[in-house]
């Protein structure tokens, strides 16, 4: 049951069973029932507790045998091994789904996960469903299924919405619900998984996109081990317009660590996972306030085609503030057409000037449909996706509710997403009123409305990567016993996947090596070529710049020597012809054990691992995606060229970038890494060519 199955009765069982119910309603066992109570669960409660008779006002039963009918869902709430015994009842009595609240399992060692494993295979004996064990609990404020301990729901009372939420922590779960209520937000789902030995956040997640009354979905992750069914879910989202923001935790070496110490969570490599969130259109975010903050933009739902962004404010000094903030988040300032600006000046006044940011100044104040006029003419000459309203003061005097239908008629009429940023509660009231998203801080609206341009770019790349995938030539066969192969096999497996390789041959003697020099014409390079010696610079085994035949010659034996004292294997010494100069670039490719296939394009040479200037990518990806990643790279000012130097062929680049990703697809049974270094890229319209290469076979 690795893969996602109906989940439906986790989120709308026709009845509970509570083993471990109590009285009173703040102990674990007891505030499911009254939230289910309280918030209008229409199913079945069935209180399991053998030393009473009545449980908040419910009949209670001694245990599973002695109820009516099968519960489709069991909230287990004891601890240790009755929390086991209970899960095996639960299998036993044909219950659907178990959500198992008690620590001390998978989380704390292994003793803890021999117990978790115990529970498991209960469940899966069964055809049961397991949602944790250390989990907070699920629920469904639509059809009022709350199993689930976290005070959240005293703290905030919940109100039905199109937000879901799903965490594999409880305590991000609530800081999350709390954050989003506050910014009034309505949340239908708010489910937290734990330690995930069966159900994950990807399999909620799957469940919960499927749910017509979503329209965002939130995740905390601390690890994603079911990668392609998180896929499934993105592109069940994309397909319904439901976006997708998601937190996952252990970017660094010591928050990996902490994830593994807190859920038993295994961490993935940080720009692996990056690449995986950024491939299927899930946007990350950094922190629970970054997760919510452009909630209401996304609920609107819009989809800025750009990010030209005006600002329109009644305060010269929020003019200037926002013009930094637009360029600290990378959004530019939209033109405005000289006839445009003309239009403006009947409109603004005199001392005004028409240029963005718009300071409509303190004018505002005896001019009550000043914007009434503005925004036509700011809608029919200025290209604008994005808009910010700054109004740092609008108090008595100003006609609030004029404003908030003049702007919300503006997103009306062109598509543009617009942010209301006031410090004055009563102001955002308006204009939230209106049905326009607001902020209390000017760079906090800015940063939304930045993530939502960029969210919705991410977004059309993501269908746009099948349809302009281009053909490949035929892939050769690999066959090899494992472990790495020589760099002139290597090079032959990848000239054979249609990447450029430098001229070279093999050669197993001196009179090879004459033959070769004389063939390819100097300078060559000299390689020692062994599958027991991978890397051959360290070892001494590489010569550059032989000028003569002579010279190669003794540079062959000399190699030839070196090997056999090290005991390796002899393939021979490659000739190869020296690369003219140019920039040298590295590609490769490897198979994550979660996210399978991923191809890395970085800068390149003997400082690569040094410097980690690289990108990742998943593949199948476009030639148009690879291009858009090395333009990613600290090195791409000097990849366009500077101080007379000629811009690099990076289409070159990109093209090799996905056949090595086409090739590491075809062979991922049998190769566990590529590396092309370095890649030599010449002039645009020059190319590029690989002129070492190692694969290593599993």
């Known amino acids: 049951m690795t893969q996602a199955s109906d989940l439906h009765c986790a989120l709308d069982p026709t009845s509970i069973a509570i083993v471990g119910a109590s009285d009173n309603p703040h102990k674990v066992g007891g505030r499911p029932i009254l939230y289910m109570k309280r918030y209008g669960y229409r199913g079945a409660i069935y209180p399991i507790n053998p030393a009473r008779a009545e449980v908040q006002g419910l009949k209670a039963f001694p ?140 399999d909620l997640a799957l469940e919960v996109v499927r749910d017509p009354g979503v329209g965002l979905l939130l995740l905390y992750l601390e690890a994603i081990p079911n990668p392609a069914v998180l896929a499934e879910a993105a592109e069940e989202a994309r397909a319904r317009n439901v976006a997708i923001v998601a937190i996952k ?51 609107k739902g819009w989809r800025p085609g750009s990010e030209r962004i005006a600002v329109v404010s009644n305060s010269g000094a929020s003019c200037v503030m926002a013009a930094d903030a637009a360029e600290a988040f990378g959004l530019p300032l939209a033109e405005i057409p000289p006839a445009t600006k003309e239009k403006m000046k009947s ?47 609008a108090g008595a005097g100003y006609d609030l509710p004029r404003y908030a239908r003049n702007f919300a008629a503006h997103s009306a ?100 090596a004459r033959e070769a020099f004389a063939a390819l014409g100097g300078p060559v390079a000299l390689k020692a070529c062994s599958p027991d010696a991978p890397h051959k610079t360290e070892l001494g085994l590489v010569a550059l710049g032989v000028t003569d035949a002579d010279a190669v010659a003794r540079e062959f034996a000399r190699q030839q020597r070196a090997l056999a004292a090290r005991g390796a294997r002899v393939e021979g010494v490659i000739v190869a012809r020296m690369a003219r100069k140019g920039r040298e670039l590295a590609l490769g490719a490897r198979i994550d054990p979660q996210f399978g296939p991923v191809v890395m394009l970085g800068d390149g040479g003997i400082y690569l691992e040094a410097l980690k200037d690289f990108v990742l990518l998943l593949p199948p990806f476009d030639a148009a995606e690879a291009r858009a990643a090395l333009a990613r790279l600290r090195i791409a000012p000097l990849l366009a060229g500077v101080r007379g130097e000629p811009p690099r062929d990076l289409d070159a680049v990109a093209r090799m970038a996905v056949r090595i990703g086409a090739a590491i697809v075809a062979w991922q049974d049998r190769v566990s890494s590529i590396d092309i270094n370095p890649v030599m890229v010449y002039a645009a319209g020059e190319g590029a060519v690989a002129l070492d290469a190692l694969i290593e076979t599993k």
Request: glycine share 10%; charged share 15%; proline share 5%.
């Open 249 to 299: 935790a252990g970017r660094t070496a010591s928050g990996q660590k902490a994830a593994s110490s807190h859920t038993g969570a295994l961490a993935s490599e940080d720009r692996v996972v990056d690449a995986f969130l950024a491939k299927h259109g899930i946007w990350r975010a950094d922190d629970p306030h970054a997760l919510v903050s452009a909630g209401h933009l996304y609920l």
């Open 347 to 393: 409109v603004l006044p005199g001392f005004a000037t028409p240029v963005n940011p718009i300071d409509v100044t303190g004018a505002l104040l005896t001019d009550s449909g000043m914007f009434e006029r503005l925004l036509p003419v700011l809608a029919e000459g200025v290209d604008a996706d994005l808009m910010l309203a700054a109004l740092p003061i």
């Open 63 to 202: 245990d599973l045998a002695a109820l009516p009918v099968a519960p489709e869902m069991a909230i287990v709430a004891v601890a240790g091994d009755e929390a086991v015994r209970a899960v095996e009842a639960c299998a036993a009595r044909g219950v659907k789904v178990a959500v198992v609240m008690a620590s001390g399992f998978g989380e704390v060692g292994a003793e803890g996960r021999a117990l978790q494993d115990r529970m498991l295979a209960a469940a899966r004996a069964a055809g049961m469903r397991m949602i944790g064990p250390n989990c907070q609990g699920i629920a469904n404020l639509a059809s009022g299924t709350i199993a689930s301990f976290s005070t959240m729901f005293h703290e905030i009372a919940p109100q039905d919405g199109p937000v879901a939420i799903i965490s594999q922590s409880g305590a991000c779960a609530a800081a999350i619900y709390v954050l989003a209520r506050q910014r009034g937000l309505a949340v239908r789902h708010a489910h937290a998984t734990g330690n995930e030995a069966d159900v994950t956040a990807s």
């Open 413 to 512: 009429t062109t598509g543009c997403a617009i942010a209301v940023a006031a410090p004055q509660a009563e102001v955002r009231r308006e204009f939230e009123q209106a049905g326009l998203p607001t902020f209390e801080r000017e760079r906090e609206a800015m940063q939304a409305l930045a993530q939502l341009a960029r969210h919705a770019a991410l977004l059309r790349v993501v269908p746009a990567r099948a349809a302009t995938a281009e053909p490949l030539p035929p892939l050769p066969t690999l066959e090899g016993d494992g472990g790495f192969l020589g760099e002139a096999r290597s090079l032959a497996l990848l000239a054979g996947a249609g990447i450029g390789v430098i001229g070279h041959r093999l050669c197993t003697s001196e009179a090879q």
